[in-house]
């Protein structure tokens, strides 16, 4: 008998898990108007799919249908209201590195840590800047 509830329970602790990670899991459509790079890749402007969540990786599918995983380094807490979606990137050296994704309404996903010095470009969000 403890030996059934057990493995109820812990059915049920999975179930509920696996539920509240397909309930962040987010599909975000962005068109980015410049070559950035990702995760080491170089990648052409164009319309972009990104499918977030905190448990990574995040998956970013290109206009050619190439697909680039992004881990995860850390989430960020929500800084504003904003209830459009952001991506940030890093410039260096004149290129253009994603590095934190918004989703509307969400925290923040950082999928790159620059360690130098950079500026940055971001695009979405109530206050997009280049």
Do not use: C
């Not at 057990?6 to 108007?33: C, E, K, M, N, P």
């Not at 950035?36 to 977030?52: D, E, I, K, R, W």
């Not at 950082?110 to 206050?127: C, D, F, K, M, W």
């Amino acid at each position: 008998m403890t030996r059934r509830v057990f493995f109820t329970i812990a059915a049920l602790v999975v179930l509920l898990h696996a539920g509240s990670t397909a309930a962040y899991a987010q599909r975000i459509s962005v068109d980015i108007a410049f070559p950035f790079v990702a995760n080491g890749a170089v990648l052409p402007a164009g319309n972009y799919s990104v499918q977030v969540s905190p448990q990574g990786p995040v998956t970013l599918v290109g206009p050619d249908r190439k697909t680039i995983l992004l881990p995860v380094v850390a989430l960020l807490g929500r800084h504003d209201r904003d209830a459009d979606h952001e991506f940030v990137f890093d410039k260096m050296g004149g290129k253009f590195e994603l590095s934190e994704i918004w989703p509307a309404g969400s925290d923040g996903i950082l999928v790159l840590a620059t360690r130098t010095p950079h500026e940055h470009a971001v695009l979405g969000g109530s206050n997009p800047r280049k």
